[in-house]
């Protein structure tokens, strides 16, 4: 496959030893980076407990869903969707940062594409509920600046967490988007942290911003700012499968499947049907999702403060290090993937249950009209897979270089796990450096 394909072409090319030689004459200690990541860390702590306590209490062996719970779920005829071309934009206009800055077409770009499109079908579901997000909020800031109401704008906010609240447990595609778009909105504020407080990595940036402007013209660019606009529509396709398909399933496990009654009467096990398998199937792909970006915000949050505390050139093995040498890669990884698996799970699921209807319907139909989402989905666990694992690859090479003589690395490594890798040449560095890898460093 080629590099320009999906987003793929990995545009930089670094010089490790020049890029260590600088990093050695930064400050070992900055207070200031410490001080704010101490105030940062609990406060992104509380945030993963709130969401990770959502979902879990959603998917617990709970009794059945009320009359009004069982009522919110959209049935899939009200629930309009933004359009492809308008998602399609989404994800271009944020990439185009990169014109202005090369590394912001895939930092900031690829934070605000997720989150953005994330949050427009998050929108489409709710409203679709009757449980609109920032109900008002349109109104309170229109006023001008002496009639501002700051007291509506809580309360909008106070609303949407309610409303989201009911929402979640109620609706598995709402859930994924929730999942998506936190993604995209934390990775947006670990990038400005670092940007702001960590040297290095405005250093690194300027570096990268030298080599584009050697490559020529800005929009010389524009080939990898278009695939890489496409990666990130294609990475958020799953989502489109979910609401498209099952917009009806809540992540509420239903007591006929914890009881082992077959729903839909088909063959499964343990009086299990397969359809309730599959079911059970697609809310864990959810689940695993999320886990996966938890696992990789945990590591940026733990990665930040060790270094804040013990300076830039130390090697951090606490923590969530102590068991993923590269946790913000191999969370992704696992995140991208599942949330690609849960679109096909659902296809599938739907498949199943058209077949065992007594109204009946055509797969064909349905394998048809999902192909192009489940194509585009494929593409972008692909995608980002390769980048991130090769990614991996190329960090385990370095710190191999620079730490691989010392106790605490060798002893490390012998208890971590390092994710995914590629299997690289001896003593040589497989990672051409990509603009996508400055996640971690």
């Known amino acids: 496959m080629k590099k320009s394909h999906v987003g793929l ?15 050695k004459g930064l400050k070992s200690k900055r207070p200031a980076a410490a001080t704010v990541a101490e105030l940062l860390g609990p406060i992104m702590l509380m945030a993963l407990t709130v969401i990770t306590s959502t979902v879990s209490n959603a998917v617990t062996k709970a009794p059945a869903l009320t009359a009004s719970a069982a009522n919110i779920i959209t ?11 308008r998602l399609a934009l989404v994800c271009l206009l944020p990439t185009l940062l990169g014109y202005y800055k090369s590394e912001y077409g895939v930092s900031y770009g690829y934070g605000t594409a997720m989150a953005a499109s994330s949050y427009l079908i998050l ?11 920032l109900p008002g909020l349109k109104d309170c800031i229109s006023l001008s600046v002496s009639s501002f109401q700051s007291a509506g704008i809580l309360s909008s906010l106070q609303t949407t967490i309610q409303n989201l609240k009911v929402l979640l447990p109620t609706s598995l595609s709402a859930c994924h988007a929730a999942i998506l778009l936190f993604y995209g909105l934390r990775l947006d504020i670990f990038l400005l942290y670092r940007e702001v407080f960590i040297v290095r990595f405005r250093v690194m940036r300027e570096r990268i911003e030298d080599r584009a402007k050697k490559q020529g013209n800005r929009l010389n660019r524009t080939p990898f700012l278009l695939s890489c606009a496409f990666l990130y529509f294609c990475m958020m396709s ?17 007591p006929s499947l914890l009881g082992g009654t077959s729903l839909l009467g ?26 996966g970006f938890l696992l990789g915000a945990l590591g940026d949050l733990n990665k930040t403060v060790g270094k804040a505390w013990q300076g830039e050139d130390a090697l951090i093995t606490g923590g969530i290090f102590r068991f993923f ?54 593409m972008g666990a692909i995608g980002i897979s390769f980048v991130l694992v090769t990614a991996t690859t190329g960090l385990e090479f370095r710190q191999k270089e620079k730490y691989g003589d010392t106790e605490e690395y060798k002893k490390w490594i012998k208890k ?15 990672e051409p450096k990509s603009e996508l890898q400055l996640v971690e460093s």
């Open 9 to 23: 072409r990995l545009a930089l090319r670094s010089n490790s030893s020049n890029a260590s030689k600088k990093q």
């Open 75 to 85: 049935p899939p005829s009200l629930l309009v969707l933004p359009t492809v071309t």
């Open 123 to 133: 929108v489409s579901i709710a409203n679709a509920a009757n449980l609109p997000l």
């Open 238 to 254: 799953p989502l489109l499968i979910t609401c498209q398909v099952c917009n009806d399933i809540s992540m509420t496990i239903p």
């Open 266 to 291: 088909l063959g499964g096990v343990g009086g299990i049907s397969i359809t309730s398998i599959l079911e059970l199937l697609l809310r864990s792909s959810i689940v695993v999702t999320l886990l």
């Open 325 to 378: 040498r590269h946790p913000n890669y191999t969370g992704e990884v696992i995140g991208w993937v599942s949330s690609c698996l849960a679109g096909f799970l659902a296809v599938l699921w739907k498949t199943v249950r058209i077949s065992s209807s007594a109204v009946g319907g055509s797969n064909v139909a349905l394998w048809k009209s999902m192909s192009p989402y489940l194509l585009t989905s494929l």
């Open 416 to 430: 971590s796990w390092v994710g995914f890798k590629m299997a690289s040449k001896k003593g040589k560095d497989p």
